[in-house]
């Protein structure tokens, strides 16, 4: 059969009009929608799901449901819509993590998910970021991809661990497995030769991220929990990481930058988790109090990575800042990166300029009372020179408390009675007072809503409640949870 031009996206995706056959240079000069509805329509053939777009019913719109593609068979199709056929176009992968049933797990979103994930889409589509993709777990991937409206959503056929990680609480829906997910996406992604950029959505974005990023002459560019110049490791940091931050800088996955000439590294990540998932813990790893930490770090993506790179790493990292060598000081301004070499392949950590730790805690409301009248007024921005704050060791509840304060996109989805979905958002008037601090920022803030009284917005303490609140300049590897 001839195929039909479709001039425009309609009701939905494969309805086609009756034009003349097209011509291969009249399919060129299809508009960009159409040709992606095309690409939907193929991926619904053959890999037995389907992307239904906006329906139109009785003059009002209302969003469509998406339903998840199992991304283990139609891969390359959906990276092709993803990316509209641009294929050095990077494409931004966002991991949902679905609410663990202890709310506190500090990876969990809570009841947030939804907003969580949209807040990060639409912070990236506003840096001009349109190319996305969205991987969740399968159990939960129908109502999360409905619900977050992401052009491209789905899961990879699930992996199964051993019976015997049961002990310690890793079943196929454990978020470890999720992550797992997520390297071995990725892997495939970068060997059909697209650049990824892997974000966690529990980042507030202040500022594109990826111009900064992609300049560096990178393969592979991570985030870091150790701002460089490195120092020397404190206890509690040598117990994780296992030795002075002087030879080692510990990356964080919740960034990552990657080019197609890094695959192997992060097929290797892939490999070895998922073999030890499939085998049975080594329990000789643990000893004494520490029973179970050192067990999951097996099958901790982020410690295998930092594992692998321990590895593989065959010089020392050297530290630039633009131009060149920095001493301290480029450090404190948080503007040092750093670069090593795996045989070939060359990696590297970002600045916290571009990334780095977002601290916080809740308040009670006598206690931000107090504070609130002697705080100052007028300067509370959190390190405007810092474009993502990353809350990765912060309490759920305080991170839902936080989110509708300092980030722009949550509070319009809380103000917007019309969306669907949007978790503790929706709650966001009734969210007690929040402290916070970032890895950049000299200062703590107090920040509280309108509906608490006294004023609202964010105010910077006075030193002696700085300290009192505990949240200091969150610039270590283990700032607390909070």
């Known amino acids: 059969r001839r195929a039909r031009c479709p001039p425009r996206l309609t009701a939905r995706v494969g309805r086609f009009c009756s034009h003349p056959p097209c011509s291969p240079a009249a399919r060129m000069a299809v508009d960009q929608p159409a040709r992606l509805a095309l690409l939907a329509l193929h991926l619904a053939v053959a890999g037995g799901t389907q992307l239904v777009a906006d329906r139109t019913t009785g003059g009002r719109r209302r969003p469509a449901h998406v339903l998840p593609l199992n991304l283990s068979s139609s891969l390359p199709a959906a990276l092709q819509i993803a990316s509209g056929g641009r294929r050095r176009d990077v494409i931004v992968l966002f991991t949902a993590v679905f609410p663990d049933k202890q709310s506190t797990t500090q990876v969990s979103m809570g009841g947030d998910t939804i907003s969580f994930l949209r807040a990060a889409m639409s912070s990236m589509r506003r840096f001009g970021h349109s190319g996305q993709l969205v991987l969740t777990e399968q159990e939960h991937a129908s109502r999360l991809c409905g619900l977050a409206a992401a052009p491209v959503c ?16 890793v079943s196929r829906s454990h978020y470890y497995v999720l992550f797992l997910q997520r390297w071995r996406l990725l892997s495939r992604a970068l060997h059909l030769g697209y650049d990824m950029l892997s974000v966690d959505t529990d980042i507030i974005w202040t500022g594109d991220p990826y111009p900064s990023a992609a300049s560096l002459p990178l393969d592979a560019a991570f985030a870091t929990d150790v701002a460089p110049p490195m120092g020397k490791a404190d206890d509690r940091d040598r117990a994780v990481i296992g030795e002075s931050t002087t030879s080692h ?23 070895r988790l998922r073999h030890r998932l499939l085998q049975p813990p080594n329990r000789t790893v643990a000893s004494g109090r520490a029973r179970e930490e050192p067990v999951l770090h097996q099958v901790f993506p982020q410690m295998v990575l930092n594992e692998v790179v321990k590895q593989w790493r065959s010089t020392p990292w050297s530290i630039h800042s633009g131009a060149g060598s920095v001493g301290d000081a480029a450090a404190v301004a948080g503007t040092a990166s750093a670069s090593a070499k795996l045989g070939t392949l060359r990696i590297g950590v970002l600045p916290h300029s571009t990334v780095g730790r977002l601290c916080g805690k809740r308040l009670s409301r006598a206690e931000a009372d107090l504070m609130w009248q002697s705080a100052a007024v007028g300067n509370c921005s959190l390190a405007a020179s810092q474009l993502g704050l990353h809350a990765q060791m912060v309490n759920p509840l305080t991170r839902r408390a936080l989110w509708p304060l300092l980030h722009p ?53 006075m030193p002696q409640h700085s300290y009192r609140t505990g949240v200091k300049r969150c610039k270590g590897f283990a700032p607390g949870f909070r």
């Open 249 to 271: 800088l510990p990356l964080n996955s919740g960034f990552m930058l990657a080019r197609p000439e890094a695959q192997r590294l992060f097929a290797e990540v892939a490999r």
């Open 409 to 461: 996109v949550v509070r319009a989805q809380a103000r917007d009675s019309g969306q669907e979905a949007l978790g503790g958002a929706h709650g966001a008037a009734a969210s007690p007072s929040v402290v916070v601090s970032s890895a950049l920022t000299p200062h703590v803030c107090l920040c509280r809503d309108l509906e608490q009284g006294m004023g609202s917005g964010c105010r910077t303490l």
């Open 154 to 169: 789905g899961f990879l056929s699930p992996v199964t661990p051993d019976a015997a990680w049961g002990r310690y609480k």
